[in-house]
């Protein structure tokens, strides 16, 4: 229990807060969402890839991200022509399964657990996903070469894809940042995983579950929260990794469905109600997942 009450109670609470003061003052969710994404997050992203040793556990990052899309892809296409899923269905199923929330809920989970070591690769990750799931999750929500251009463009237009590259850069070539600009970098930055928290309380105050599929959610929740952090845990004994961006990676397998997918279903009518229950009930059952898999990992 001391693991809930350490790690997932204060983020809990957080989440709490936005559920909260969403339901009450029914605030613009877009609006707080744009200003995390197009100032805080693009700062914390530099800061972080400014600041890292960057080495093979970066590569060994790319190729486990790529892994487990592809396991979790070829589970949902065996699962889809086994029970005959036609190509809306199948889509939502990826966007729940395939996409977890790495970032506004795996992040300060990670934080509160592993201390900073911890957390500075979650924000690596967190950056590698936010790209994954932005182009892979706009492509089979859209499907076919229209879905391809889109998202492409959808990345491209990803503020923390340039903080990534700009970052590599004066990483790479040594180049120095002032103190005073640093500060103000980290002081922005800083604002990005309390925010997003908040967003991710606020998104689940919006979800609505009109009619709840309990095969296709109970089928979507075991994948998401059982198989994925299975086969990350696989991928860490196979892949020269330490123990602590293993345990990072597992986690963040282990995170809910993504909040963003709900958008893409609904953008795109890939079972969009379906993708919304099968959030929510992720989220819900991740607060008993998560806590045992901090424990089994020590």
């Known amino acids: 229990m001391s693991v809930f009450f350490q790690v997932v109670l204060p983020v809990l609470l957080v989440f709490g807060a936005g559920y909260v003061i969403q339901k009450i003052a029914h605030l613009d969710i877009k609006s707080i969402s744009t200003v995390a994404l197009y100032v805080m997050l693009p700062n914390l992203v530099f800061k972080t890839f400014y600041e890292a040793d960057l080495n093979e556990e970066y590569i060994m990052m790319v190729i486990f991200a790529a892994l487990l899309l592809a396991a979790i892809l070829i589970i ?13 269905l199948e889509s939502g199923m990826i966007l729940s399964t395939a996409f977890m929330n790495s970032g506004n809920y795996g992040a300060p989970i990670i934080l509160f657990a592993f201390g900073q070591e911890g957390f ?46 700009l970052a590599l850069v004066m990483n790479l070539g040594s180049f120095p940042v002032s103190e005073n600009l640093m500060s103000v970098i980290t002081l922005v930055g800083d604002a990005t995983i ?78 969009p109600d379906l993708v919304s229950s099968i959030t929510l009930v992720t989220t819900l059952i991740s607060v008993v997942t998560i806590p045992i898999l901090l424990i089994v990992l020590g």
Do not use: H
């Open 76 to 88: 949902n296409k065996v699962t889809a022509t086994i029970k005959q899923f036609n190509q809306s």
């Open 120 to 165: 500075t690769y979650a924000v690596s990750f967190l950056v590698l996903q936010a790209i994954i799931m932005n182009f892979f999750g706009v492509y089979y929500a859209a499907r076919g070469g229209a879905g391809i251009k889109l998202a492409l463009k959808t990345v491209m237009k990803m503020p923390p894809t340039y903080a990534v590259l």
């Open 194 to 271: 309390p925010t997003v928290m908040l967003i991710l309380g606020m998104q689940l105050a919006e979800i609505t579950v009109k009619q709840m599929e309990w095969g296709k959610v109970s089928y979507a929740s075991v994948v998401r929260l059982f198989v994925s952090p299975l086969i990350a845990y696989l991928l860490t004994l196979v892949l020269p990794m330490n123990s602590m961006l293993a345990n990072v990676l597992i986690v963040a397998a282990a995170c809910p469905s993504a909040a963003t997918t709900t958008m893409y279903a609904v953008q795109f009518d890939a079972k």
